[in-house]
């Protein structure tokens, strides 16, 4: 997914917060979790195949530096 405006505040899949990784080696290395790359600027996100139909949210709320 693509916004060259910001990262992504949150994102969830079936109701559950997937875990935000900062470093991109780490993000390689996990089973699930979502990533955002400034180089390309778009979030790259990470889970297994659930099989079942599921929802994806990914949130781009509005969030200051401060409220993390």
Do not use: T
Not at 5 to 14: C, E, F, G, I
Not at 23 to 41: A, P, T
């Amino acid at each position: 997914m693509i916004n060259r405006a910001k990262s992504p505040y949150w994102v969830s899949l079936d109701g559950k917060e997937l875990p935000h990784f900062l470093h991109r080696r780490k993000f390689e290395e996990c089973d699930f979790g979502w990533y955002y790359s400034q180089s390309l600027k778009s979030v790259q996100i990470r889970y297994k195949n659930p099989e079942k139909n599921h929802k994806l949210v990914v949130s781009f709320e509005q969030f200051d530096m401060l409220g993390m």
